[in-house]
C-alpha cells in the first residue's frame, strides 16, 4: 500500500503507543563501503522485501566515502527508482556516522537498518516489523549462527558478555547492524565513534521497551569486511562512555555526591596536614594546605548543591516516569 501526500511526500500514519498493526512508513538505512559487487542484489533483495510489507517506504543507502564505483552503481539505480535515495560522504567517516546520517536523513516513522554486505537477510524484514508491531520500542536482530571466521565470531561473544556486564543491559549480539526503531526514538539518540552498537544501551535510559529476535545471518559473496579489530580500542572507549552515562541517568545525586564526599575527605585531609605543620612542625606549608584545604571545601559544596538540583531537575522534568502520559502510567502501575 503506498501513497502521495499533497506536496508528494509518502502518506503516514501515526505510530501507536502500544502493540497493533500501523501503515506507518517505513526508512531502511544502510551504509555501504566499497560494495560495488554487492550493489546489485542488495538493490533487488531489499526492494523486493520492504514491497512485499504492505505499506509506503524508502531505502536510504549511504556511500561511507568509497574508493570503488558503489556510489556510481547507487546513483544509476536511484535514477530509476524514487524509492532509492543515495547519500554520498565526502570521505569514509565510519560505519557509525554513515548511520547517523541515513537515520537523521530518514523520513519514515519506522527506521530499520542493515548491512550492505548481504550477511543480513531481507527477509527478517516483515518478523523485525511484527516486533514493532507488539508493542516494542527496539527490535535488535541476534544472528544465532553467525557465518563469519571463528576468531572473528569468538571475540564478538567476547565483547557481547562484556558490554552486557558493564551496561547491564542484556542483548546477545550487539554487534548485529539489522535492527528496527520507532524513529522518534532512535533520531533522539546521540551516534558516533562506535557508538552503534550501544544503542540498546543508550534506548534503555528512555525506558524503551526491546526485544532481540533471532535472524539469518549468510556468507558473504563478494568483498571483504572493511571494519576490522583495528576499532577495538574504540570500542572499549566507548564502553566507559556509555557506563558513565548510564550511572548518571540511573542515579544522578549518587555521582555527585560520590564526588563530593572525596571532595570533602580530600579537604579533612588537607586540614588536618595544616594543623599539623602550624603546631608540630611550625614549618611554612601550613598556609598552603589550609588554602587546599577551602578549594576542596568548595568544591565539595559546590557538587553537593549541583548534584541536589540535577536530581530534581531529572525527577521532574527528564524521567519518563514522570511524564504526564496514561500509557507510561500504565506500564508502571503494572511493572
Not at 179 to 190: D, H, M, N, V
Amino acid at each position: 500500500m503506498s501513497g502521495r501526500g499533497p506536496e508528494g511526500e509518502p502518506e503516514r500514519a501515526d505510530v501507536p503507543a502500544v502493540g497493533g498493526r500501523w501503515s506507518a512508513m517505513l526508512s531502511i538505512v544502510i551504509p555501504a563501503y566499497n560494495e560495488e559487487d554487492n550493489v546489485r542484489l542488495l538493490y533487488d533483495e531489499v526492494m523486493a522485501a520492504a514491497a512485499s510489507l504492505g505499506r509506503p517506504f524508502e531505502v536510504l543507502v549511504v556511500d561511507d566515502g568509497s574508493s570503488d564505483a558503489t556510489f556510481d552503481r547507487l546513483a544509476a539505480l536511484a535514477a530509476g527508482d524514487p524509492r532509492l535515495r543515495v547519500i554520498k560522504l565526502r570521505r569514509n567517516y565510519g560505519q557509525t556516522p554513515a548511520l547517523a546520517a541515513g537515520i537523521d536523513h530518514a523520513r519514515g516513522d519506522v527506521v530499520v537498518t542493515m548491512d550492505a554486505d548481504l550477511q543480513n537477510d531481507p527477509a527478517d524484514l516483515a518478523r523485525m516489523i511484527e516486533g514493532l508491531e507488539a508493542g516494542h520500542d527496539l527490535v535488535v536482530g541476534w544472528r544465532h549462527r553467525r557465518r563469519d571466521a571463528w576468531l572473528r565470531s569468538w571475540l564478538s561473544r567476547i565483547a557481547n558478555r562484556l558490554i552486557a556486564a558493564v551496561t547491564g543491559v542484556a542483548v546477545r549480539d550487539n554487534g548485529c547492524t539489522l535492527k528496527a526503531f520507532r524513529a522518534e526514538l532512535i533520531k533522539s539518540i546521540p551516534l558516533y565513534s562506535e557508538m552503534h552498537r550501544f544503542m540498546p544501551a543508550l534506548m534503555s535510559m528512555q525506558g524503551c521497551r526491546m526485544l532481540e529476535l533471532q535472524v539469518n545471518h549468510r556468507a558473504r559473496q563478494h568483498g571483504v569486511s572493511k571494519y576490522g579489530f583495528s576499532r577495538i580500542y574504540k570500542v572499549c572507549f566507548d564502553l566507559m562512555t556509555i557506563k558513565a552515562l548510564l550511572g548518571f541517568a540511573r542515579r544522578p545525586l549518587l555521582c555527585f555526591f560520590s564526588a563530593a564526599v572525596v571532595a570533602f575527605g580530600a579537604m579533612t585531609l588537607c586540614a588536618v596536614a595544616a594543623l599539623y605543620d602550624a603546631v608540630m612542625s611550625q614549618g611554612g606549608s601550613a598556609v598552603t594546605f589550609m588554602a587546599l584545604s577551602v578549594l576542596l571545601g568548595s568544591l565539595g559544596l559546590f557538587l553537593g548543591l549541583g548534584g541536589t538540583i540535577v536530581s530534581i531537575a531529572y525527577a521532574h522534568f527528564l524521567d519518563p516516569a514522570a511524564v504526564d502520559d496514561p500509557a507510561a502510567l500504565a506500564d508502571g502501575a503494572g511493572a
